[in-house]
């Protein structure tokens, strides 16, 4: 198995506590060479995690885009390497490594969506309407979990599709045609302690829901402990 780099987009904040138990569930369960941050650089990070400046003055997605094809440019980086977010946490140990991941048709995940606008919505309608005028009948790689990425394959993708920032891991997945397993996307947005538990590989939290929710409770439990990534002072 080649152990691969992982890569996270991390937006500048004074507090990221998301990103600290995020690093402490991929120390314990996700086998990596070396953590890299793209884009901002927390000074409680220690020299053990790589770091790519670039600029976030753009919309969230943009500024992704941005942080992704940094990252495939950058010659030191493994390839692939493993996609991920400062919220997204893996709970159970892989043993064989991230496996590729998608949450099945995007039409079916269109309609789970049916009747709710806004720009998400709208972004992913026009995505599978770019798709499929190109021959395809998508799957849908924009879940919450990480996902291992081509160099060659990102950099032609966002060269093809360079207006659709927000879903260009299905972009990506789609024309490079990496396949995968179904799952379940689990991205919770609550404080009731309901939709996970133990069984759970991965899990993703929005900040109240990691902040004053069980499921923040649940994640920062799970690991108490700083890892070789973080600097001890405060």
């Not at 941005?66 to 893996?90: G, Q």
């Not at 997945?173 to 995968?180: R, S």
Request: aromatic share 8%; with cysteine; glycine share 8%.
């Amino acid at each position: 198995m080649d152990v691969l780099d992982l890569v996270v987009p991390v937006r500048k904040a004074a507090v990221n506590q998301q990103l600290r138990s995020a690093l402490r569930s991929w120390t314990a369960n996700l086998p990596h060479r070396r953590v890299w941050t793209v884009g901002h650089r927390h000074p409680w990070l220690t020299d053990e995690v790589g770091h790519i400046p670039t600029r976030q003055d753009g919309t969230g997605a943009a500024n992704t885009t941005v942080a992704m094809r940094a990252a495939c440019e950058h010659p030191e980086l493994s390839d692939p390497f493993i996609w991920a977010n400062d919220d997204i946490f893996t709970m159970r140990p892989l043993p064989d490594g991230m496996p590729v991941l998608h949450r099945g048709l995007m039409r079916d995940h269109i309609a789970a969506r049916a009747g709710q606008g806004g720009l998400y919505s709208d972004a992913m309608r026009e995505t599978y309407a770019w798709l499929t005028a190109r021959g395809y009948e998508p799957l849908s790689y924009d879940l919450h979990v990480p996902l291992p990425v081509s160099k060659a394959g990102m950099l032609d993708a966002l060269d093809q599709a360079p207006g659709l920032d927000s879903f260009k891991r299905t972009v990506y997945g789609v024309l490079d045609g990496i396949g995968g397993e179904e799952t379940a996307d689990l991205k919770i947005t609550y404080r009731a302690p309901r939709g996970y538990g133990p069984q759970s590989v991965f899990l993703s939290t929005l900040p109240d829901a990691f902040t004053n929710g069980h499921v923040g409770q649940f994640i920062r439990a799970a690991f108490p402990k700083p890892c070789k990534y973080e600097r001890t002072e405060r």
